[in-house]
């Protein structure tokens, strides 16, 4: 069992910067993928980064892909998600995820390959 807790969401003018985290507890965190997903409202919840078990490999969809960027510290038990030039179509509640499938390579945007999932947090980018 992982428990996952996400902080650092907020309201951002557009073209400015958060930087979300997200804790876990539970499990050995250094052996689970990790991952950022994001929901607005009407919409399905959107994949938006996965990192490797140490970090090394990373995945972002060209929606965020030189904007944000995904990290970890496993003595920590802490992945985060540095966002810039945030736009209005960022907004969304945005959910930490943990993976215990694939070796210490893998990485994944399948959301249902993510076993445990955080409360989420708010993030609204106004215009």
């Known amino acids: 069992q992982v428990q996952l807790v996400e902080s650092g969401g907020g309201l951002v003018q557009a073209g400015g910067s958060l930087r979300l985290s997200c804790a876990a507890s539970?499990?050995?965190?250094?052996?689970?993928?990790m991952g950022w997903f994001r929901q607005a409202p009407g919409k399905e919840r959107e994949f938006v980064a996965s990192i490797s078990w140490k970090g090394g490999i990373t995945s972002l969809p060209d929606s965020v892909k030189g904007r944000f960027t995904i990290s970890r510290d496993n003595a920590k038990n802490t992945v985060y998600l540095q966002m810039n030039s945030l736009k209005p179509e960022d907004t969304a509640v945005y959910y930490c995820?943990?993976?215990?499938?694939?070796?210490?390579?893998?990485?994944?945007?399948?959301?249902?390959?993510?076993?445990?999932w955080g409360q989420g947090t708010q993030v609204t980018v106004s215009s």
């Open positions: 995820a943990a993976a215990f499938r694939g070796g210490q390579y893998y990485v994944t945007a399948i959301r249902e390959e993510y076993a445990y």
């Open positions: 539970g499990r050995t965190f250094s052996t689970y993928v």
